[in-house]
């Protein structure tokens, strides 16, 4: 396979085969984010897309699942995103989901008939960077959007029919008050959007970012492993929504947690509980194994 740059994939994909259909992403601005900033976002043609896809065919045979590479595919024209749609199930008759990384500005610039569409033609898994569902925060991390429009984005994906993975950031708000902020915001914003999944990771800087900028500056504060924690507790104490997956085994976390909410809540809670309480360091990841 052929691949420009570093790629980057949702760990719940490491099955995949990874199909590069943009360059970089659309947004590129967050402050937090060292993704795709060595490159300049553009889209691959349909004619370099035809071709990985028969190299893939070739090598592979057949496939089950399929990740839309770069950042943000669903900022593509639809009728080309649908092409290539149309071109993996033709060429893997196995095929049974394929799932991109998307952006909520280009999300909303989609209508919902567009959606709708892309559903139909085999976009089952999307996977939505919210971070947050705090207004201030959004805006002070370049996010390009507001919380309402935040909201409307992860709606409008689900409503369209696909499974929505909303990804947040425990950390991001930094030491201090807002932190609780942030936790509640964010657990309000799951609350209304009603995403299938839940992914939390936590800020960790990466060296050319504003944030890691900030950090050695001193004008933001990184949380340790105990303050992580007791956000991710408000997170879970304020989220009511049921049925809902939460994914917390990403590298970057200090403390690998899955359950179901409401089902798997107290257990949820009472292991967060038992670290804070003990301040055993030994049950969390230690520092030189995380990253993102």
Known sequence: MRYEGNIFRPFSEANSYLLQCTIGCSHNRCTFCGMYKDRKYRVRSLDEIRTDIRMAKDYYGDLEKVFL??????????????????????????????????GPQSTLKKSMSELVALRSAGLAKVYLGVETGDDRLLKEIKKGVSAAEMLQAGRNLIDAGMNLSSMVLLGLAGKGERSVEHAIATARITNEMGPQYLAALTVTPVPGTVLYNQVEAGIFEIMDAFETLEEMKILFEHITLDNL????????????????????????????????????????????????
């Open 245 to 292: 997956r939460f994914v917390g085994v990403h590298a970057s976390n200090y403390l690998p947690i899955n359950g179901t909410l409401q089902r798997d809540k107290e257990q949820m809670l009472a292991t967060i509980d038992s670290v804070l309480e003990t301040r055993n360091r030994d049950m969390l990841r230690d520092e030189r194994t995380r990253g993102l």
């Open 69 to 102: 590479c770069d950042g943000d595919a669903i900022a593509m024209e639809t009728d080309l995103l649908l092409e290539i749609l149309r071109e993996l199930y033709a060429a893997f008759p196995s095929l049974r989901h394929v799932g991109t990384y998307v």
